[in-house]
């Protein structure tokens, strides 16, 4: 099965058998989803594979004990974070250092506009100080095309879970290769989900995931998408 097959064969499941899912699967599956690509390498999700039977039923209530949740097999919850981007540059530096790739324009890179993009404090005096930049940026680009964040946590926030995002992506598309099925879901608290993680105020659930094997009526509805004359836009 080619990978448009794969794209066709995935629906979000939201009932699930009693078939168990092999650990192998669900593995296999998290480690391709950490291939995905990311905004500057720098790799800001956690992926936490529920596997307490307490934790998981609390994640389950947390989920509003929604069938997609009820009947999974496994649950997975996908967080985005805006502070381990620091951890993470120093990896990515030391892996060039390693190598004897680390040119200078990756140096200047990684070590002075990174710092400069994602540093943030609890003050917010970071924030306000990029603010007043942005107002120098924000008249030049009447001229030429300028950097327009991020500035605050919340566009941090935004890079970080659209990244994370295309990692559930390759997970869910791990999932259904090896012939099993996922769901993705927005339907939760999060406060809630956060605290049966242990999570702090620096992280996102950006979804969970639930993984199982198809009931026979688990797909609710025939496949329904946009004409495509709406959406895709040729200029």
């Not at 296999?28 to 307490?52: G, I, M, R, T």
């Not at 559930?168 to 598309?173: D, R």
């Not at 927005?186 to 639930?210: A, P, Q, S, Y």
Request: with cysteine; aromatic share 12%; hydrophobic share 40%.
């Amino acid at each position: 099965m080619d990978f448009f097959d794969l794209v066709q064969k995935r629906r979000s499941v939201r009932k699930f058998s009693t078939e168990k899912v092999p650990d192998k699967v669900i593995l296999k599956s998290l480690k391709s989803a950490l291939l995905a690509a990311n905004s500057s390498n720098l790799q800001p999700w956690e992926f936490y594979w529920v596997k307490d039977k307490h934790k998981k039923n609390k994640l389950i209530e947390a989920c509003f004990s929604q069938n997609a949740a009820k009947t999974a097999q496994e649950l997975i919850v996908s967080v985005s974070r805006i502070d381990t981007w620091k951890r993470n540059k120093n990896l990515l530096i030391e892996n060039y250092k390693q190598k004897g790739k680390l040119l200078p324009i990756i140096d200047n890179y990684y070590n002075k506009v990174i710092p400069y993009s994602y540093y943030h404090d609890m003050f917010g005096i970071a924030g306000i100080f990029k603010r007043c930049i942005s107002l120098f940026t924000t008249l030049a680009g009447f001229f030429r095309p300028v950097p327009r964040g991020p500035i605050s946590k919340h566009n941090l926030f935004e890079i970080v879970t659209k990244t994370t995002a295309l990692a559930c992506q390759n997970f869910m598309m791990g999932i259904v290769a090896q012939g099993y099925d996922s769901c993705p879901m927005e339907g939760f608290d999060e406060n809630r989900v956060k605290k049966i993680l242990d999570l702090n105020k620096n992280t996102h659930v950006v979804m969970v995931l639930g993984v199982g094997k198809a009931d026979p009526k688990g797909v609710y509805g025939d496949r329904f998408r946009i004409d495509e004359d709406l959406v895709i836009k040729i200029i």
